[in-house]
């Protein structure tokens, strides 16, 4: 069966126990966790060196080395992404009418790292930095889940206050996801065929000492179903208004046929530490001696 993302939780600090998590990051050169799904029951606790899947007795325990990563998270489907745009990009795709802010790019986002996100702010739309890992401001911050699916994000309570009233856009570039091939898993980046940003529908919290958000995810189109059975819900420019105004759960569909291209990458992405151009690179392009 193909890896499944985690299901959003039917209780504040546990997910559905028919979820799955995808490890995306293990020392070993791919994902870590076996097979790719464990039945998900605890928390993912992310050290400073470390993390490790803490399950039920139907689960076990796995783990994998996430370099410099810090704080609780629960891994799902979508795990990584890229945002190599500017402040000026987004603000001809979206009319910020905020400030401008600099942020770094980067070819690898990983949980519990800081990205920008646009939400409506005092001021007006705008860019804001904020923590990949939702944490409602209710709980006690030990579960922050990256994915929420689009299917129930309107009535689990780990996301409908979010969902009905904090809403963002999560600007990417692009995304990774892994295809298992003969027993091992391959990573591919996936982009918009245009080379404009991918606008992610998102939800977002302000608490636990600043803001985070999770990344909502729908069915896999025709493209990422050759790789993947989910992907995440990507907006049109003409409909952000929309999103950003209404909890329209009608607009969490899948990117239409044609809007996105995909090629294999080199596994060096499992790694949150490397962080470079050539992770986005097709696989038979990248030199040899920065494979590992």
Same mark, same amino acid.
């Given at each position: 069966?193909?890896?499944?993302?985690?299901?959003?939780?039917?209780?504040?600090? %546990?997910?559905?126990?028919?979820?799955?998590? %995808?490890?995306?990051?293990?020392?070993?050169?791919?994902?870590?966790?076996?097979?790719?799904?464990?039945?998900?029951?605890?928390?993912?606790?992310?050290?400073s060196q470390a993390w490790n899947l803490l399950v039920g007795a139907a689960g076990? &325990?796995?783990?994998?080395? &996430?370099d410099g990563a810090v704080g609780p998270i629960l891994l799902g489907m979508c795990?990584?992404?890229?945002?190599?745009?500017? @402040?000026? !990009?987004?603000?001809?795709?979206?009319?910020?009418?905020?400030?401008?802010? %600099?942020?770094?790019?980067?070819?690898?986002?990983?949980?519990?790292?800081?990205?920008?996100?646009?939400?409506?702010?005092?001021?007006?739309?705008?860019?804001?930095?904020?923590? @990949?890992?939702?944490?409602?401001? @209710?709980?006690?911050?030990?579960?922050?889940?990256?994915?929420?699916?689009?299917?129930?994000?309107?009535?689990?309570?780990?996301?409908?206050?979010?969902?009905?009233?904090?809403?963002?856009?999560?600007?990417?570039?692009?995304?990774?996801? @892994? !295809?298992? &091939?003969?027993?091992?898993?391959?990573?591919?980046?996936?982009?918009?065929?245009?080379?404009?940003?991918?606008?992610?529908?998102?939800?977002?919290?302000?608490?636990?000492?600043?803001?985070?958000?999770?990344?909502?995810?729908?069915?896999?189109?025709?493209?990422?179903?050759?790789?993947?059975?989910?992907?995440?819900?990507?907006?049109?420019?003409?409909? &952000? !208004?929309?999103?950003?105004?209404?909890?329209?759960?009608?607009?969490?569909?899948?990117?239409?046929?044609?809007?996105?291209?995909?090629?294999?990458?080199?596994?060096?992405?499992?790694?949150?530490?490397?962080?470079?151009?050539?992770?986005?690179?097709?696989?038979?392009?990248?030199?040899?001696?920065?494979?590992?």
């Amino acid at each position: 069966m193909a890896a499944r993302e985690i299901h959003e939780a039917n209780a504040p600090r %546990q997910p559905d126990q028919d979820g799955f998590a %995808q490890f995306v990051g293990g020392g070993t050169g791919e994902p870590a966790g076996g097979d790719g799904e464990v039945t998900a029951i605890g928390a993912v606790m992310l050290r400073s060196q470390a993390w490790n899947l803490l399950v039920g007795a139907a689960g076990g &325990v796995r783990s994998g080395r &996430v370099d410099g990563a810090v704080g609780p998270i629960l891994l799902g489907m979508c795990g990584r992404y890229t945002h190599q745009f500017s @402040w000026k !990009q987004i603000h001809r795709l979206l009319s910020l009418t905020t400030p401008e802010i %600099q942020f770094e790019h980067s070819y690898n986002v990983a949980p519990t790292l800081r990205a920008p996100i646009v939400r409506d702010l005092d001021m007006g739309r705008g860019v804001e930095m904020a923590v @990949w890992g939702l944490k409602p401001t @209710w709980s006690d911050g030990r579960v922050a889940p990256i994915n929420a699916r689009s299917e129930s994000v309107a009535t689990s309570p780990m996301f409908r206050g979010a969902f009905k009233s904090r809403r963002c856009v999560v600007a990417a570039s692009g995304f990774y996801e @892994w !295809q298992r &091939v003969n027993g091992s898993k391959q990573p591919w980046y996936i982009t918009r065929a245009d080379g404009e940003a991918m606008l992610l529908a998102g939800l977002f919290e302000i608490g636990h000492g600043g803001t985070t958000f999770t990344i909502i995810t729908t069915s896999a189109n025709t493209l990422m179903g050759t790789i993947h059975d989910r992907m995440p819900a990507v907006l049109e420019p003409e409909s &952000v !208004q929309r999103w950003l105004a209404e909890p329209d759960a009608s607009l969490l569909r899948p990117a239409a046929d044609g809007v996105l291209m995909a090629h294999p990458v080199s596994t060096r992405v499992n790694l949150p530490k490397n962080n470079d151009a050539t992770l986005i690179q097709p696989a038979d392009r990248v030199p040899p001696d920065t494979l590992f």
